[in-house]
């Protein structure tokens, strides 16, 4: 032993996790051939937390991911989500590609920043992801064709997934372990055996093995594993002695491992979601999961030596259009439909701005003291929390009907059909996000006429006559969901304005507020948005030749309107609202206070922040600082019913949440 000059021993200083595992040079990536791992020939037990780079804005991934990998944690997982990778048919985006959610998709340098950062990495490519995200990261343009066998080996579903793996997985082969690069392990689709209750789903093993080809056709040596609950699945989405099967789970930590030793006996023991939180609905109380439940549930997959993935470690935000929905219903009935919050905090171990919590800590002492393989670790970074800036006066307000003179895509129909079906639009790929408005102009409406809309509106519709807001008004408390204008209701009637009148023109306008993540194998081909699913009548007589207009609230939309006023006083009705915030140095994170607004989305210098709803839980929306800029700022908020009568928008330094009632 070498000794110092006061003759003391000299300690070796550790080695980074990468010179551990690859000293001697890279001979063989993760293997899981007997009931361990081992990555290039040595012992590894995987401590993964779960970061999706798309929910997080690019120039926080190297602070999000040091945080991680100073809890101790060696790997991190992602889902790569399709629907922003290939926003339009045939056109691909990683990243500067000209989409709206472009400085998200940088996947590449999101990979070498985390072997940067001293982390493995696990890709769960899909192409079906759920993450709660819009249409479990299919892309809506899917559902313009026909036949569209959704995860199933149905031969044009199968084409497009070619297509886009041929070029994903083109770009990911080179950043293997194998190759020097961080990815130890790609997953196959996901919860493939999840069967919803009352689904004639069947999983499709050919589907399996040709995904299963996709990879191997485009050089992916790494290690495929699939996931799924043990217990309420088995094997069913798996191939076995092709695929290593993980778990996935919030608890009976024992029992769904046991299962998955009798399923795979022999095979290292791995949990790919190891639920440590929850996410929220609108409508619902906020979720949260135990510090305590968390220490002892990890506890025992530790004591299992299993290795595991925290879903989430890292939540942070559905950002713009990008939250999903449940949907729990049979077919051509939306009254189950159940959309999902802006915040994906997750009440993770890193909250949405990137904050320690408990859960944190736990993770981190509870993984130190288990790691068989001592590596060094980042100091923990610091972090900075938001501030609540200054209130400011909203000093320009935009009507509806200017804002429809803004729109340029307009269609005439003799029916009525949904956004995904409009044509030339979007390299002909239909509408995906935001807005679809009906109007027909020149109606005779006698006293106390009534409306009817037949089947379910998707997912929300707001009713106008001569520009005036009829309804619905709020949503305020549950029991609005159950009246006029919301999912819930089944050929839903209204009656309109109680004097006659003459060449009134009547708008609906349809908020898309999010597609299916999960439900039941034959809804896929179903979730198509806006009024599709019958007729609207006036007196049980159907209305037919329709001015449709696409609203997609893009950036260089939004900030390219005309036709703006001052501000005098809040409006009732569809509205969009701006104010200028002022910054000097430094830019700080915020949240937006939506306390006061009824129903809408907040823009910031053009960018689609997030939806928000007075019902709850959540009541503020995080707003990152890299969305800033010195200077000046334009929040914009389209709000659906009314404005807070002070004319303020103000802001938060947390995230609020509320009971609903």
């Known amino acids: 032993m070498a000794l110092s000059a006061d003759f003391g021993p000299i300690s070796a200083p550790l080695p980074t996790n990468y010179e551990y595992f690859t000293s001697g040079g890279i001979k063989h990536g993760l293997n899981a051939s007997q009931s361990f791992f081992t990555l290039n020939d040595k012992l590894i037990q995987i401590y993964s937390g779960a970061m999706h780079y798309f929910r997080v804005p690019r120039p926080y991934w190297r602070d999000r991911l040091k945080k991680i990998r100073a809890a101790g944690l060696n790997t991190v997982e992602t889902y790569v989500p399709w629907n922003l990778h290939e926003p339009d048919s045939g056109h691909y985006d990683f990243g500067g590609g000209g989409s709206e959610f472009e400085d998200f998709l940088h996947l590449e340098e999101f ?27 299919f892309p809506s343009w899917l559902l313009k064709e026909s036949p569209m066998g959704f995860r199933t080996s149905e031969k044009n579903y199968m084409s497009f997934v ?76 798996t191939l076995p002695g092709i695929f290593l099967q993980t778990a996935n789970f919030g608890g009976s930590v024992n029992e769904q491992l046991d299962k998955l030793e009798e399923l ?67 077919l051509f009935d939306n009254s189950g439909f159940e959309p999902i919050t802006t915040s994906y905090d997750y009440d993770a171990p890193l909250n949405e701005s990137g ?32 501030v609540a800036y200054d209130s400011i006066k909203i000093d320009k307000v935009i009507t509806m009907e200017s804002m429809l003179d803004n729109i340029h895509s307009l269609y005439i129909s003799t029916s009525l059909y949904p956004m995904e079906k409009l044509d030339e639009i979007n390299n002909d790929s239909g509408q995906s996000n935001g807005y679809i408005i009906y109007k027909k102009e020149n109606i005779t409406l006698p006293e106390n006429s009534t409306l009817t809309i037949e089947g379910n509106v998707c997912d929300h519709v707001m009713v106008l006559i ?58 896929y081909n179903q979730t198509f948005k806006g009024l599709w699913q019958g007729n609207v009548l ?26 703006w006023t001052n501000f005098t006083k809040a409006l009732e009705g569809p509205t969009m609202y701006s104010a200028v915030l002022n910054i000097s140095d430094p830019i700080r994170d915020t949240f937006v206070d939506t306390r006061g607004w009824g129903k809408g989305m907040v823009f910031v210098n053009g960018f689609a922040l997030g939806r928000y709803a007075a019902i709850g839980p959540q009541k503020s929306i995080y707003l990152p600082a890299p969305f800033l800029t010195k200077g000046v700022n334009l929040i914009n908020i389209f709000e659906h019913f009314y404005a807070p009568a002070d004319g303020l928008i103000k802001f938060n330094d947390t995230l609020l949440l509320e009971e609903v009632h």
């Open 111 to 137: 990979l070498t920043t985390a072997k940067e950062e001293d982390l493995f990495v696990i890709l769960r490519t899909g192409p079906y992801i759920c993450s709660e995200y819009n249409f479990g990261g």
């Open 162 to 237: 070619a297509r886009y793996f041929n070029i994903l997985l083109t770009l990911l082969a080179v950043f293997q372990f194998t190759k020097g690069g961080p990815v130890i392990a790609f997953q196959v689709e996901n919860e493939y055996g999840n069967q919803e209750s009352g689904s004639e789903f069947q999983p499709d093993k050919a589907y399996l093995e040709q995904l299963h080809q996709l990879f191997i056709n485009n050089s992916i040596v790494e290690l495929l594993v699939t996931s799924d609950s043990p217990l309420s699945h088995q094997d069913k989405g």
């Open 466 to 523: 001569n520009g005036e807001l009829i309804a619905p008004k709020k949503l305020d408390s549950l029991s609005d969901l159950d009246g006029f204008g919301f999912y819930r209701l089944k050929n839903s009637t209204l009656q309109l304005k109680n004097k006659a009148l003459t060449e009134a023109t009547l708008t609906l306008i349809v908020e898309n507020m999010g597609r299916m993540n999960g439900g039941k194998y034959d809804q």
């Open 264 to 330: 795979q006996p022999g095979k290292p023991l791995m949990v790919m979601e190891y639920w440590d939180g929850w996410f929220d609905f609108w409508g619902s109380n906020h979720s949260t999961k135990s510090v305590y439940d968390t220490r002892r549930f990890l506890e025992q997959i530790l004591a299992r030596n299993a290795s595991f993935n925290a879903y989430m470690f890292m939540g942070g935000t559905n950002f713009a259009f990008n939250s999903g929905a449940s949907l729990s219903n049979t």
């Open 355 to 386: 904050g320690y919590t408990e859960k944190y800590y736990v993770f981190k002492e509870l993984v130190t003291a288990a790691n068989p393989v001592q590596t060094l670790l980042p100091d923990q970074p610091e972090y900075i929390p938001p």
């Open 538 to 563: 006036i007196n049980n007589k159907a209305l037919s030749v329709w001015m449709i207009y696409p609203m997609e609230l893009r950036k260089q939309w939004v900030n390219d309107l005309t036709g």
